[in-house]
């Protein structure tokens, strides 16, 4: 998922809300978009902690601190191609990459990540669907990072189309290929 992240960074030609505005706060406070992502990842874990009065998994937060970590390594072994055509596959695999991240992290179901445990604490608290809850969270972010400068521009509004058909075929996908393993740990490496 740190991968697609900084692929779409660095394709330069907008990037996704959350990171609009890890990228906006980093303009305007310091510290690394990786730096961003853990410290914002904190903030909202402890939010749903509140809301759900019970602490996250220990997958939610491996997925905090690792994803910020991987991020600012990518970032950094990373450049912006100078041909156009190379900046938009870079998005588009940016934008699939991170699709499969995100399902490869759900499918062991170990925890929610920071952003989707809002979600579902906003949804239970509200009574508000969780499609609803995400909507609305990714137009606040978006629209408070573009206030910070963060980058918004067509790979925003490609990545807002397409990640939930690439999310949802992956967690298909990888939900399978999880089930397989666990069937294939029992039955022939005995777990037990």
Known sequence: MSFGIALMIRAELGSAPWDVLHIGLMNQFGLTVGTWTIIMGFLLLAAASVMLKELPKAGAYANMLLVGIFVDIFLFLL?????????????????????????????????????????????????????????????????????????????????????????????????????RLRERGMTVENIN
């Not at 699939?96 to 445990?117: E, K, T």
């Not at 579902?120 to 809850?133: D, H």
């Open 79 to 179: 450049g912006t191609p100078a041909m156009f055509g190379a900046q938009l596959i870079m998005l588009a695999a940016g934008i699939v990459i991170m699709g499969f991240g995100i399902g490869l992290y759900i499918s062991p179901q170990c925890g929610a990540g920071p952003r989707d445990s809002v979600m579902l604490a906003l949804s239970e608290k509200t009574g508000a669907t969780v499609a609803r809850v995400r909507i609305y969270m990714e137009v606040i972010v978006l629209i408070a990072g573009w206030m910070l400068g963060g980058p918004v521009f067509v790979g925003t509004i490609l990545f807002s189309l397409t990640i939930g058909h690439i999310t949802g075929f992956s967690l298909n996908y990888c939900a399978k290929w999880m089930n």
